[in-house]
């Protein structure tokens, strides 16, 4: 080999260890900085490891993370405490904990969230750890890895007992209250019935009476005093039960959707009262069309400008109705110009059979019956008045 | 530059040309790195400039003739390294029509300091490739031997045409066809 050959390989040669050193040398370098970025990755692994851990402690609801099959993997204090496993020293599949009967829908259930990954408000019977069956609340989903394939379902779990019995309490009373409101307006009808009709022989009986010693009565003043208070008193118990009757009868009807010219209604409750000469009715405005059933608001207007007529000024009586159109209810108001109430029976006027005069028509059930509509369609009334003030009655209806 | 473009070229040269000519353009070039390479490391573009202008004044031949060959040399060392990439693509277009939107991008992701070439796909279809060479360095050359290089490793036929849209060749556009 030449001299000038060999030269040449030589140098090839120290070229070629120089490289490999200098490699050797980058790789340390990079192997370092492998370490180190490791050693950060680490760091930030620990610290999302604990954030993921107090949080999953936080959550007050029993967590469950599971397999596939419904073996358990990782579960919070609260789940732990509910079903009383613990995967420290047993393994738990969830599918023990299923109440049999609840068992089929349970796995119609795991099948849709398997398709959709997703089952939300999954309510279901399980025991708990002291073999007590529970109603529980489970909203869940599946875990996939990163080539999307499901390798996990967790889901939060919500003991739901308690508000169930609650709400099955709730459901009884209020069926009991329904029936017993039955009741009661059942009884209010046969007696006011069974009473009516010995008031009607009563009548005939007293009328047959009063004919008979027709005679007699005529020459005797208090005698003849006694019969007419006898009738009068006979026919204000018929009133009376009457009251009753349509006071029973108002929750017999719930609001209607129908729309009710008002207008029409108020014109229609004029024309048929007997308006006496001394009083005037003005009705400010064109009444609106309102939702309701027509017979209750004629019920309702009618007691009201009735009851105004009635304590109206007695020289020269003013009725006003008028309404104001606000954004959630129409207010009415039936305004007179009578002796007014005193504040202190502002809100008794509104119970039943209370009267604030012994004037003998008068059988306490016309705003009762007011008070009963109103409140009905979900409104309000009231009163507002003051001796020789006036009165005017408000209503509110929603819209 | 990363060292694999020197280590490759320089086993190129002195299998064309032998040992005593990749001495000489060693020696003919100023090099910082005394024409020591490791592929594991980077180096001044410069050095390649100097290398390739000292082999073709020594061997006559014509910088980007040198470099379409090497181009053609270099494919064959990103089979013998990144096969299993490039087996991913089931034609030579498509593995050329992805250069820039994923090869590149995972190359960016080994070596964030690489200085890359961009290529502008303008037209893709099942037998033509039109796409814009973007680069300060102006190998086109290079990426054209890479090009044909490509077909054969897919035994396929191709007829690669290109336009220097810019004089000094840092924009160049590539319309290739599969025969």
Do not use: C
């Not at chain 1, 370098?29 to 610290?47: A, F, G, R, W």
């Not at chain 1, 795991?110 to 007590?132: A, C, I, M, Q």
């Amino acid at each position: 080999m030449s001299d000038s050959k060999i030269e040449l390989l030589e140098k090839a040669l120290k070229r070629e260890k120089l490289a490999r050193k200098e490699a050797e040398k980058i790789l340390e370098e990079k192997s370092l900085e492998l370490y180190e970025v490791n050693q950060n990755l680490i760091t930030v692994l620990d610290e999302k490891e604990i954030q993921l851990e107090s949080l999953f402690k936080t959550i007050v609801d029993p967590y469950i993370l599971m397999d596939l099959y419904g073996n358990v993997v990782k579960m919070n204090d609260a789940a732990t405490t509910f079903f009383g496993y613990n995967l420290e020293k047993q393994s738990f599949n969830v599918t023990s904990t299923l109440y049999k009967e609840d068992i089929p829908y349970a796995m119609k259930s795991y099948s849709e969230l398997l398709e959709k990954g997703v089952f939300r408000n999954f309510r279901t019977r399980v025991y708990n750890k002291k073999r007590e069956v529970r109603w529980i609340e489970i909203n869940s989903s599946l875990v996939f890895d990163k080539d999307n394939n499901p390798v996990f379902a967790h889901g939060i779990v919500r003991d739901i007992t308690e508000d169930l019995k609650f709400q099955n309490e709730r459901e009884e009373l209020l069926r009991n209250l329904t029936i017993s409101n039955k009741e009661l307006n059942d009884f209010a009808h046969v007696v006011s019935h069974d009473l009516k009709a010995p008031l009607r022989s009563m009548n005939a009986l007293v009328t047959w009476l009063q004919e008979d010693f027709s005679s007699v009565i005529k020459d005797n003043e208090e005698i003849d005093q006694n019969f007419h208070l006898l009738i009068k008193k006979i026919d204000k118990m018929d009133h009376l039960i009457n009251g009753i009757l349509k006071y029973a009868g108002v929750d017999k009807v719930e609001r209607s959707q129908n729309k009710v010219n008002l207008s029409i209604v108020l014109k229609e409750i004029i024309e048929n009262i007997q308006v006496p000469k001394h009083v005037s009715i003005n009705v400010l405005e064109e009444f609106p069309i309102i939702r309701g059933d027509k017979f209750r608001l004629h019920q309702l207007f009618q007691n009201l400008i009735s009851n105004a007529i009635k304590y109206a000024n007695k020289e020269q009586g003013e009725v006003t109705v008028s309404f104001i159109d606000l954004e959630n209810n129409w207010e009415f108001k039936v305004k007179d110009n009578g002796i007014g109430i005193e504040e202190k029976y502002h809100k008794k006027i509104f119970d039943v059979f209370q009267t604030l005069d012994d004037n003998n028509s008068s059988t306490g059930v016309g705003l009762s019956i007011v008070n009963k509509i109103v409140s009905l369609y979900g409104g309000k009334v009231w009163v507002n008045s003051g001796i020789n003030k006036g009165t005017s009655f408000h209503i509110s209806l929603p819209k | 530059m990363k060292g694999i473009v020197f280590t490759e070229f320089l086993d190129l040269v002195e299998q064309k040309f032998g040992l005593s000519v990749v001495q000489q353009i060693i020696d003919n070039s100023e090099l910082e790195s005394n024409g020591i390479y490791t592929s594991v490391g980077t180096y001044k573009f410069t050095e390649m400039v100097s290398l390739l202008t000292n082999l073709s004044n020594l061997t006559k031949i014509a910088p980007n003739d040198l470099l379409k060959v090497y181009g053609t040399h270099f494919f064959d060392a990103l089979v013998k390294n990144y096969g299993s990439i490039l087996n991913t693509y089931k034609s030579p277009l498509d593995l050329l029509a992805s250069v820039d939107a994923h090869i590149h991008v995972e190359v960016r992701k080994l070596y964030p300091d690489a200085e890359l070439p961009r290529f502008e796909v303008t037209k893709h279809t099942n037998d033509t490739l039109i796409m814009i060479y973007h680069s300060s360095r102006a190998l086109y050359a290079f990426a054209h031997g890479l090009m044909e290089k490509s077909f054969e490793h897919y035994n396929q036929a191709s007829e690669i045409t290109y336009k220097l849209l810019k004089e000094d060749g840092t924009i160049v556009q590539f319309e290739i066809f599969k025969k």
